[in-house]
T-cell receptor, first 111, second 115 residues
Framework: GENVEQHPSTLSVQEGDSAVIKCTYS??????FPWYKQELGKRPQLIID?????GEKKDQRIAVTLNKTAKHFSLHITETQPEDSAVYFC??????????FGQGTELSVKP | GAVVSQHPSWVICKSGTSVKIECRSL??????MFWYRQFPKQSLMLMAT?????????EQGVEKDKFLINHASLTLSTLTVTSAHPEDSSFYIC???????????FGPGTRLTVL
């Protein structure tokens, strides 16, 4: 079935450094790729998304890139801050409008 | 806009009892809602798609007779965990598909603990 693979599972960076999380997807028909930040016990919060007709999107310190040919998409966070520490999930939309989530990346930003 | 509420936020029940969780879209109509389950330190796993006025469609491995879904109106979907057992203890999250068709808006989740 369709799946989304996410790496790394944990990521520790120093405050001010950049963080990169990568995902691959299997369904070539997927055309919408959101990224979520989830804090412990809370709902996933959409931080950025990208559609398949765009290769890159940026919102302040956060950017997402998409390579449809390779079925890869990545999240880039620059100038990381301690409050960026959370679990991040990538996802891809498949048939029926269903979202399939990656396994998650636990990001720790050390002051 | 695009707010989804969920009730209750947490529930503790005895093994063998049934628990109902409500998911509401507060400021938009949602013909499609989704139910997810999340175990500690794991990802969100889609359980089922809830369609207003029709039967829910369940993902492979999810027992439809155990997890009853009803989507009787454009703003409300309910998930009933029947005959709950300790292994059903989890964080249940609903989402509603927004007007644009792609973005999903998530409820705050329900922490279920079965003793």
């Amino acid at each position: 079935g369709e799946n989304v693979e996410q790496h790394p599972s944990t990521l520790s960076v120093q405050e001010g450094d950049s963080a990169v999380i990568k995902c691959t997807y299997s369904d070539s028909a997927s055309n919408y790729f959101p990224w979520y930040k989830q804090e412990l016990g809370k709902r996933p919060q959409l931080i950025i998304d990208i559609r398949s007709n765009v290769g890159e999107k940026k919102d302040q310190r956060i950017a997402v890139t998409l390579n449809k040919t390779a079925k890869h998409f990545s999240l880039h966070i620059t100038e990381t801050q301690p409050e960026d520490s959370a679990v991040y999930f990538c996802a891809a939309i498949i048939s029926g409008g269903k979202l399939i989530f990656g396994q998650g990346t636990e990001l720790s930003v050390k002051p | 806009g695009a707010v989804v509420s969920q009730h209750p936020s947490w529930v503790i029940c005895k093994s063998g009892t049934s628990v109902k969780i409500e998911c509401r879209s507060l400021d938009f109509q949602a013909t499609t809602m989704f139910w997810y389950r999340q175990f500690p330190k794991q990802s969100l796993m889609l359980m089922a798609t809830s369609n207003e006025g029709s039967k829910a469609t369940y993902e492979q491995g999810v027992e439809k007779d155990k997890f009853l879904i009803n989507h009787a109106s454009l703003t409300l979907s309910t998930l009933t965990v029947t005959s709950a057992h300790p292994e059903d203890s989890s964080f249940y999250i609903c989402s509603a598909r927004g007007p644009s068709g792609n973005e999903q808006f998530f409820g705050p989740g329900t922490r279920l603990t079965v003793l």
